[in-house]
């Protein structure tokens, strides 16, 4: 077997498992020799914002001088992204040898009677594998699902728990309502471990704090009030807040979206209840934040185009409270594409209920996930008075939307990660 066909085997996985994902995970961990335990942990939960959260944290570690592993999830463009040491990601060959290993372990245990491994199981079942043998200092983890039934919360004592904002996602599996989901994501506290929480609604944050003191856990809450923006244009934003040991301290983040500020202000914190002093230093927050690479968060990869994975209801809001700073009431051109497990009805209304658009183009995305034309074209007509072009592709729909923008006027992308991963590999990034 080769590389890339160990990528199309883990591909081919199935997403979810047919019986208790959560007990085959356990399974799989304990075939692979615990390798958690030998880990110091950070686990980021939410519905917006956690990849972010754990770059950002990645980042000042790794200038703090640590080793660092993380590990996120979609990948933009290879699978390789998503298990990274000290901000690269795991070459073809340690993918490979790591695969294997889980390979094994997965199969000894279909001896016993187990399902073999789903997707994000066998991935994180990787990251583990490759962080021990590593050695890396930290091991910065994504949830994939929620957090209580999660994959990666077979770790039992990492060093913090965070969860970001949170907004109603895969109700099907973690409740219809905002604090039943905030009770799912709520189950990576661990007695023991300090518990860090977003910014969110009242009704979130309430029973974030409920859980926490269920299990006997100092929350440590974020709050607007906690940062003030000193600076913003279309490259960065400048904000200050007051750090542990330092004082106030003031910060450059090399993107324009304004959530980038509290998922930043998130992960500083999560850094006041792990270092000491002398390492974190005002210069380890500033140049580790200014040297994170987070593509695809209202990233501008040419000037006047802008790429944004908001892929549900509170992330096109968050989206737009930065676009329309960026457009200040001038007319854009925007490129969508979606899934059909979000919310894209509203998602759709959104969009163009608040932003100008010139033109409006969309496409179907490459996986199974992907609207369709006729459902893309069914909800534009619904909600938009502009002519709307729906493509074959995204590739067409990008060239088309180059062709209708105007000299002055900004091309969002946005809708998914899988929309924006599509557009950087056309790109050749």
Not at 5 to 21: H, N, R, Y
Not at 80 to 89: D, H, L, S, V
Not at 293 to 304: D, F, L, T, V
Not at 411 to 429: D, H, N, T
């Given at each position: 077997?080769?590389?890339r ?18 007990a ?14 030998q ?36 990948h933009l ?20 040898k790591?695969?294997?290993?889980v ?51 077979v ?8 969860i ?16 039943q989901i905030?009770?799912e994501?709520?189950?990576i ?30 929350i440590?809450?974020?709050?607007e ?16 807040l ?50 994170t ?12 185009i ?28 925007l ?75 900004i ?19």
């Open positions: 077997m080769t590389y066909q160990a990528v199309e085997k883990v591909l081919s996985l199935p997403q979810f498992s047919k019986t208790d994902g959560f085959n995970a356990r399974a799989l961990i304990k075939a692979l020799g615990e390798p958690q335990r880990l110091k942990i950070i686990h980021v939960a939410g519905s917006n914002g956690k990849g972010s959260v754990c770059a950002f944290t990645a980042s000042m570690l790794r200038e703090a001088g640590f080793q660092v592993g993380l590990f996120t999830s979609p463009l290879e699978i390789t992204e998503r298990i990274q040491r000290n901000g690269r990601p795991i070459s073809q060959e340690d993918f490979f790591v695969y294997e290993q390979d094994k372990a997965a199969k000894e245990n279909q001896k016993q009677g187990l399902e073999y491994p789903n997707f994000s199981t066998f991935l994180f079942g990787m990251a583990l594998v490759y962080f021990k043998e590593q050695q890396v200092d930290y091991g910065v983890i994504e949830t994939g699902l929620g957090g209580r039934i999660d994959a990666t919360n770790v039992e004592h990492p060093v913090a728990a965070a970001t904002s949170i907004s109603l996602e895969h109700t099907q599996f973690l409740g219809d309502s905002l604090p905030a009770r994501k709520a189950g506290f661990k007695t023991g471990t300090p518990a860090l929480v977003g910014v969110n609604p009242l009704e979130v944050t309430e029973v974030l704090v409920q859980e926490a003191r269920r299990k006997n856990i100092e440590i809450k974020i709050s009030k906690d940062y003030e923006i000193c600076e913003k244009n279309h490259k960065h934003i400048d904000f200050s007051n750090v542990k040991y330092y004082g106030y301290v003031r910060v450059s983040l090399p993107y324009s979206a304004l959530y980038q500020v509290e998922n930043a202000v998130l992960a500083i914190r999560i850094l006041e209840q792990l270092l000491a002093k002398e390492q974190l230093i005002p210069k380890v927050i500033q140049e580790g934040l200014h040297k690479c987070w593509p695809a968060r209202m990233e501008q990869i040419k000037p006047g802008y790429l944004d994975g908001a892929h549900n209801q509170d992330g096109i809001r968050a989206f737009l409270d930065t676009a329309k700073e960026l457009t200040d009431g001038h007319n854009c051109v490129l969508f594409g979606a899934v059909k497990e979000k919310n894209y009805e509203k998602m759709i209304a959104d969009l163009t209920g608040t932003l100008r658009c010139s033109h409006i183009l969309a496409a179907p995305l490459h996986t199974p996930r992907s609207l369709t034309k006729e459902e893309l074209c069914l909800t534009f007509d619904k909600y938009a008075n502009n002519k709307i072009t729906i493509c074959d592709n995204t590739e067409e729909a990008f060239r088309k939307a180059l062709a209708q923008k105007g000299q002055e006027e091309l969002f992308c946005v809708g998914s990660l899988y929309l924006a991963g599509e557009i950087k590999m056309m790109m050749g990034e």
